[in-house]
């Protein structure tokens, strides 16, 4: 069953309507039809990666052209440790050298770090051109590629310096999905299981009866997966685009994630996997202040072993999470805030948690005291 | 007379009101009731660098002592040349060793360089935090600390990356200008003869009658120029920020001082010497394309002479200059577009200049044929 599903991320008002449309489905990559009115002036720049471009690029360019729209690609290397400042530049070198203008859209091809950097690169250079998102990796497609956050990494800290931008499109081709590593796909998991535990109870339970489809990478369950993945970012982005507030409830499992990102050097873990070990001690921390029970602690560590995604953080002191932790954008005053669960698929961001709660969480998944 | 003068950019919509005052007077740095409003959290980050410091960083951080604000400051060299990359790098790098949060405030004291490089580091710092701007140059009080346009320059072009991020206030101390080298006030002097030019006869009839006291740096005339300058740009920045349209003509002579500063090496020719050229460039080619007559041109040249300022650029090849100018933001579809007078106090976008004429302008104004 070849159809396109369309998730709309809404953010009109009354000066300016910058909504966009999420389509999800199979061989988006040859539908010229999608992308060609974004290119009015003949002319687009795509960046992607090393992994990538052999797969999809071509393809991509070819359906381009049949619609008269010329295109040069960015090729970088693959990985975490690239989304930074060096390569950034690297970008806006080529945009340079190949005079792109201010109508010039720029396409990201590939995962979260190609759509990140792409997306940030668009928002600054000629202080902002159009942005496409053609997100290959489940991560990208469920969670990064949606929501018009964008930025790079700083030696000092992860997604340190960025922008919010929002695309003019996204395309998920389940398709792509076809050549990921099998790490890549558990690590994208991690993100869907976290909108289940956040926000909808029944995606929880759906996930949980339909993980080892999931796995096998069936497409009916993958595009579920993705639509339901979408449907509920796009609902807390459209009511808080800059993260005032609810928005920061996406951030599940991310302080603590980051945190091991940061200290294993990037790209040693990826991020889905640190957003699981993440999760996993929100989860522990939320039990421990008595605000979901240890079965349903369970219940989340059990879906995500049968993910096979890690359930705890690497061996570190807790001083040094701490010290990591503290480098969170969420920190207000010097206090880390905290999204912890009220129950599977409620979620709220706490302020004030005791240390002695907070230490003990960390030592049980996996740091030294 | 030390009174405050104030001038509103007005950037109120229904959904979010980003109006900001500029204050402009005499001893604004000792005038702690203007900035502690700004600093809930009780600290700020000061850029600066190692002209202004000397001169202006303690009186600064003794003001905000005062109301119990605590402040570091982060001291960059002095120049043109050092509105880059590395420079935007090393701001981050101390923000995050002094853990600065979203709600720290960043203060750009220094002229268009340290305005623009702060203003981009408050753009995309932890995705955006709260800026504001103590210009303590005549360039920077009159033109580039109003309207949000922040960044820096790239190997390859002036300006090429950046964001609209507007401050959330300006002090802009005329007592600063008392320090300034003749050199920085004269270029100063560009911008503001600038908006007279594009905006208003009877500002240009006044400050060719008030050039000789402005260069005495007399107060009340400094004064006077300095505000009718931020009125003409607060209200073209209200009606346009983001320069969709008549916020080009801010730009008179920037599509060639540009090139000018890019073709010598950034720091060497100073902005508004690059500008002044640039002008006498435009009102050569508005005359020859029969929009402003030579008496005009004339009128315009001596109030640049008087002024201290280059009447036309370096020597170059034609073909260099062309070259140069078409990395201009404003190119489109390989399109120079021109600000040209229409009058004195009166400016358009022009599309399709023939090449002939402007080949001409440039010859006439220093090129090399």
Not at 111 to 117: K, M, N, R
Request: aromatic share 6%.
């Amino acid at each position: 069953m070849n159809k396109i599903e369309t998730v709309t991320v809404e953010l009109d008002n009354p000066t300016e309507n910058r909504s966009y449309p999420i389509h999800i489905g199979q061989g988006l990559l040859t539908q010229g039809d999608l992308l060609a009115p974004h290119f009015p002036a003949g002319r687009a720049a795509i960046v992607t990666n090393t992994t990538v471009a052999p797969l999809y690029l071509q393809v991509l360019q070819t359906t381009l052209a049949d619609r008269g729209i010329e295109s040069f690609a960015i090729i970088l290397p693959d990985g975490e440790q690239y989304k930074n400042q060096e390569n950034l530049q690297q970008i806006f070198t080529a945009l340079l050298e190949h005079r792109c203008e201010r109508k010039t859209p720029l396409i990201a091809l590939g995962g979260g770090v190609v759509g990140d950097l792409t997306g940030f690169a668009a928002a600054i250079y000629l202080r902002g051109v159009p942005f496409i998102q053609i997100p290959t990796t489940l991560l990208a497609q469920v969670d990064s590629s949606v929501g018009g956050k964008t930025g790079i990494n700083h030696p000092l800290g992860k997604n340190m310096i960025g922008a919010f931008y929002q695309p003019r499109l996204v395309l998920a081709d389940s398709d792509t999905l076809d050549t990921l590593a099998d790490r890549e796909l558990r690590a994208g998991l991690a993100e869907v299981i976290k909108y289940g535990l956040i926000h909808d109870l029944a995606f929880f339970d759906w996930l949980t009866q339909h993980i080892q489809a999931l796995l096998a990478r069936e497409k009916p369950a993958l595009r579920h997966a993705i639509r339901r993945s979408c449907e509920i970012k796009a609902e807390i982005v459209s009511l808080d685009e800059r993260e005032s507030g609810m928005r920061a409830l996406l951030n599940l499992g991310h302080t603590f994630g980051h945190a091991i990102e940061n200290a294993m050097g990037y790209g040693v873990w990826l991020h889905g996997e640190a957003v699981a070990a993440g999760t996993m001690m929100a989860a522990d921390l939320s039990c421990r202040l008595q605000r979901i029970s240890s079965q349903e602690v369970e219940r989340i560590r059990h879906l995500y072993r049968q993910a096979g995604l890690p359930l705890g953080g690497p061996r570190m002191t807790t001083q040094r999470y701490l010290e990591l932790m503290q480098l969170d954008k969420k920190v207000e005053s010097g206090n880390i805030r905290f999204i912890l669960l009220d129950q599977i698929g409620r979620s709220a961001l706490v302020d004030n948690v005791p240390t002695t709660a907070l230490v003990e969480s960390l030592v049980a998944c996996g740091a030294d005291s």
